[in-house]
């Protein structure tokens, strides 16, 4: 047997020594110098030729049988087995040569090849860099080790629950750990919101444009949905009250703050005009707010202005602190919130403690202020450069929001073309975001979502010119 291992014992070493063993192992058997069915050093007899402690090796070893690389023989000692190759993963699906019916809620984010995410409606990965995780993580990894054995709360880490309170109380509202909701992701908030409250044929009235996913979702529930016209200020208040007075809907989806897709904010004589139609007719408002952190400080919050009961308050952290840990939140009166959590537990029992705790362990440090005000004054420069040059292209802007991901803006293309510019552009490693898929029908639309984070590539600056 040809087992000649080399040991790195310096301090600040990058590998740790049972991990040089495995690799060292694993190096042997790939190269064929040990073959099937060898047996390996004792624990002891390869301790002392590596003058180490027989529990490294004892480590080393138990790792080589978790892979599957040697197996342990009560009294025959540890031997090199058959190693089955491993079936490599498959590849990412081709980037779809045009956009189809499920292109924008799932395709896009399994495709890993196209380069210039324009229209996609999160940060790219280097502006999450002042978060502190490894922090976060080496304190869940010193104070979980006793709780991995069990679920998760109900409503979620009481902890975090309490720090979202405290973190809607700056905003006015008088919230506490028992109005809180922990669910998977602000999209599982929704989707239990539209369960809890609805049934079929119910009316309900959404924004026009109005976020995909929120569309998708109440489809799905098979309510009737009302459209009323989002503008620059918010809503459009006439056709609100006409809408009201026309279909009596038993609520309104709205988003106050930096709208998804055209990134505007409500004003405040908008917001007190959206809560006194609603009061007035009786219109439960779903807040919609998972953006908050990227608004302007004086962007009205509803919840805050009218309550928990005749609001009910969605929010999520993807936008500031990462969508791949998927914590979001709902915030309602006592009654609704009971319904609430019996849904999710039905469902999908409780969601994950782990990154609750991660989430809440980033919230309390020091540098997540900072990290959310460099992100405020990164985006408001982007927008700046980014509505600049689309102007310059020919795009009509809805609004310059100076905050926020998303500006929404139309090309000077005919809008039956639109489908087939959104394809040439994924052809050319480019994702657009076409206003059909926030549109109240399937009727075709020069309108496009755009991601400012992502827009300034020489790329994406060359297709425009192009139409």
């Known amino acids: ?29 790939r190269q064929h110098r040990i073959l099937s069915g060898e047996k390996l050093p004792s624990v002891r007899q390869l301790a002392m030729r590596l003058q180490l402690s027989t529990f490294t090796v004892v480590q080393a070893y138990q790792r080589l049988v978790s892979l599957g690389m040697i197996a342990s023989r009560p009294g025959a000692g540890f031997t090199v087995i058959n190693q089955i190759t491993p079936q490599p993963a498959p590849p990412f699906p081709e980037t779809p040569s045009s956009p189809n019916d499920n292109w924008l809620s799932s395709v896009v984010f399994s495709d890993q090849t196209t380069s210039v995410k324009a229209g996609c409606g999160w940060l790219p990965p ?50 506490n750990a028992h109005s809180i909701l922990i669910t998977q992701g602000a999209s599982q908030a929704l989707d239990l919101v539209i369960r809890s409250l609805f049934k079929p044929d119910d009316v309900v009235a959404v924004e026009d444009p109005c976020y995909c996913n929120l569309l998708e979702l109440l489809r799905l529930s098979g309510v ?57 007719a009786q219109v439960r408002i779903i807040e919609n707010d998972v953006s908050r952190g ?4 004086d962007a009205p919050m509803l919840v805050a ?14 936008k500031t602190i990462s969508p791949l840990l998927r914590v979001g939140f709902v915030a309602a009166d006592p009654a609704t919130l009971d319904t609430l959590t019996r849904l999710k537990m039905v469902t999908g029992l409780t969601s994950s403690a782990v990154t609750e705790k991660a989430v809440h362990q980033v919230l309390i440090d020091s540098a997540y202020r900072r990290h959310l005000e460099r992100l405020r004054h990164r985006l408001a420069d982007m927008h700046a450069r980014i509505e600049r040059k689309l102007v310059a292209a020919g795009v009509e802007l809805f609004h310059r929001p100076q905050a926020g991901l ?26 657009l975001a076409p206003g059909a898929y926030f549109g109240i029908s399937d009727a ?13 590539t020489e790329r994406f600056w060359r297709f425009l010119e192009m139409l």
Request: aromatic content about 10%; overall charge positive; charged content about 20%.
């Open 1 to 29: 047997m040809d087992l000649k291992l080399s040991i790195d014992r310096r301090k600040g070493r990058a590998t740790s020594l049972v991990t040089q063993i495995v690799d060292g192992v694993d190096e042997a058997i």
């Open 294 to 297: 990227l608004a302007p400080p």
């Open 406 to 431: 998303f500006l929404w803006g139309r090309l000077p293309i005919d809008p039956q073309s639109a489908k087939d510019v959104t394809a040439r552009a994924l052809r050319q490693g480019i994702w």
């Open 126 to 175: 280097g502006w999450l860099d002042g978060i502190e995780f490894g922090r976060a993580l080496r304190s869940l990894g010193r104070t979980m080790a006793g709780q991995v054995g069990g679920y998760g709360q109900p409503q979620g880490d009481a902890s975090l629950r309490s720090r979202i309170a405290f973190e809607l109380a700056r905003f006015g509202l008088p919230a």
């Open 305 to 318: 202005m009218a309550g928990l009961g005749p609001v009910v308050y969605v929010g999520g952290f993807s």
């Open 444 to 456: 075709a639309s020069a309108w496009f979502r755009f991601n400012v984070a992502y827009c300034d």
């Open 224 to 280: 009737r949905l009302v459209f009323v016209p989002r503008t620059p200020d918010g809503l459009d208040t006439e056709a609100l009250e006409d809408v009201v007075r026309r279909h009596q809907p038993k609520a309104l989806f709205v988003s106050s703050a930096l709208h998804n897709p055209t990134g505007s904010s409500f004003t405040l004589p908008t917001a007190y005009k959206v809560l006194q139609i609603a009061q007035r």
